[in-house]
């Protein structure tokens, strides 16, 4: 059976620190996080970007994950940007229904621009 866990509240530095380790598990957790509490918007645009890009295809969900989530919380994002890099993610195939449902995160919740 499936426990839902609610991300834990990570320190940016703490976040940073954990993405340079080679642990895919804490690597997706501090991504997770990011969707889910406030941090600076450009530092979590970059860090998202970067990480739906990765050759891991969990860190890569993760990204994606999390995007939809800071979607939902903060509403404020390059949706341009955003669906470009949606377009380009190495594991596009395999993550297809993880993309879709942030393009409809994107068209629900995103402040139009």
Known sequence: ?????QPENLPPQKIID????????????AIISIG?????KKWTEDIL??????DNL?????AITSLGHAIRTHRDIDTKKWLKALDSIPFRLQLQGI???VIDDISIYAKPQ
Do not use: G
Request: hydrophobic share 35%; aromatic share 12%; glycine share 0%.
């Open 1 to 5: 059976m499936l426990e839902y866990k």
């Open 18 to 29: 954990i993405l340079e380790t080679e642990n895919i598990n804490d690597i997706c957790n």
């Open 36 to 40: 889910f509490y406030e941090y600076e």
């Open 49 to 54: 970007l970067k990480n739906n890009n990765s």
């Open 58 to 62: 969990d860190i890569a969900s993760a």
């Open 99 to 101: 993309i879709q449902d």
